[in-house]
């Protein structure tokens, strides 16, 4: 049986496909309105090219998609949700290009749909537990913590090895002893250090996905040191402390005021509190993307990254505004937007033939569950 009907029985019209952020940004041709990258560090060798990420999808096409998984989802109370998510992926990835070819997805709707069932009965089962037995609360979240490691590791093979380039499939190659060995290594160099070392745990973090991580029988490499990532962990602090103290003087200011000064002294300490960490937390995954990029190799590739948090930060907060002014209709626009961005900050360096002699290793697309833990908490998976 063909699954890609849908539960309604009704087959989807053949659409163009999508970018995945699941291994690299998706790339497009640059909106009007959007800004022009920064220029990146080059990591390119003699004889190399430069390649750069292309995403070629448009808001019409996407929100055309969207509508209709959203009127389905609801009309089926949530169980096209998972064609939904097939159908989303698909164009986003096949409308990312580099070196003139695609990416592409390939999960089974079915198998989305069965890991979302038994995490609904999961969701359902802790909620009554929790209710009808609050001693139990603290020991099933001790045991989904400990469980932690192997839903990472599930969630990023589904992804990894449902997504392909080239018609070669992408893989994440470790086991469970791996996944726990470097959870236990990363919280542990955070939890003595008291936080202080936590760039070097995320830096630990980082390697473990990109190192594990191959496409077909090639795998990718992180030669980044943690040293870059203190220093993100760190300028990002300092930026931090800075909304703070602003906040911390419009407070003072507040409790010695009257009238009309003390509520705007105490609205712009609320918003220096909430806009600083939303700035913050853009400031870090800039940051990090371009060590990211810059640490990883395939093979002889080389990979840039000229995200910048300024004009990320921007998109982010016009995104949010449009998809609150037009009660939601705004979100293809947004989401096309800021793939349009990203990719076009992705530079590739590679030899002429570095991705003709790719592979293809055969993998099973693995069980869906954990992908539907990631779903249900919105994590993001991309490397």
């Not at 096409?61 to 969207?66: A, L, N, P, S, V």
């Not at 198998?111 to 802790?126: D, P, S, T």
């Not at 590739?301 to 948090?309: I, P, S, Y």
Request: net charge neutral.
């Amino acid at each position: 049986m063909d699954h890609s009907l849908g539960p309604l029985g009704s087959a989807p019209a053949p659409q163009p496909v999508l970018a995945a952020d699941d291994l690299l940004p998706a790339l497009t041709p640059v909106a009007a309105d959007l800004p022009s990258p920064e220029p990146v560090e080059s990591q390119a060798s003699v004889g190399d090219r430069e390649y750069r990420l292309e995403f070629a999808g448009n808001t019409s096409e996407y929100f055309r998609i969207w509508i209709i998984n959203v009127a389905l989802t609801i009309a089926s109370l949530g169980v096209y949700s998972a064609w939904a998510k097939v159908r989303s992926q698909r164009y986003l990835l096949r409308n990312t290009r580099l070196a003139g070819e695609s990416f592409d997805y390939h999960a089974d709707p079915m198998a989305i749909l069965r890991g979302r069932l038994v995490m609904a009965v999961v969701v359902v089962g802790y909620v009554l537990a929790v209710k009808f037995a609050p001693d139990f609360e603290q020991p099933l979240l001790l045991g989904i913590a400990l469980l932690w490691p192997w839903i990472h590791l599930q969630a990023l093979r589904f992804a990894m090895r449902n997504t392909s380039y080239r018609n070669v499939r992408f893989d994440f190659a470790a086991d469970t002893f791996d996944a726990y060995a470097n959870a236990l290594t990363a919280g542990a160099i955070t939890a003595f250090s008291l936080g202080f070392a936590y760039p070097s745990g995320l830096h630990a973090i980082k390697k473990f996905r990109i190192d594990r991580t191959r496409l077909g029988d090639r795998p990718f490499r992180f030669t980044a040191e943690s040293g870059p990532f203190y220093g993100v962990v760190y300028r990002g602090a300092g930026l931090g402390v800075l909304f703070w103290l602003v906040a911390l003087a419009c407070g003072v200011g507040a409790h010695l005021g009257l009238g009309v000064a003390r509520t705007t002294a105490q609205g712009v300490a609320a918003v220096c509190i909430y806009f600083g960490m939303f700035a913050v937390g853009t400031y870090t995954q800039a940051g990090f993307a371009r060590v990211t990029a810059q640490g990883t190799e395939f093979g002889e590739v080389r990979f840039g990254n000229a995200l910048a948090a300024p004009r990320l930060l921007g998109l982010q907060v016009t995104n949010i505004l449009a998809i609150i002014g037009t009660l939601g209709l705004a979100i293809p626009w947004a989401t096309i937007r800021m793939r349009t961005y990203r990719a076009q900050c992705v530079t590739v360096y590679a030899p002429a033939s570095a991705f003709d002699e790719l592979v293809t290793v055969p993998v099973a697309a693995g069980g869906a569950v954990a992908d539907a833990a990631v779903d249900l908490g919105d994590i993001d998976l991309g490397l």
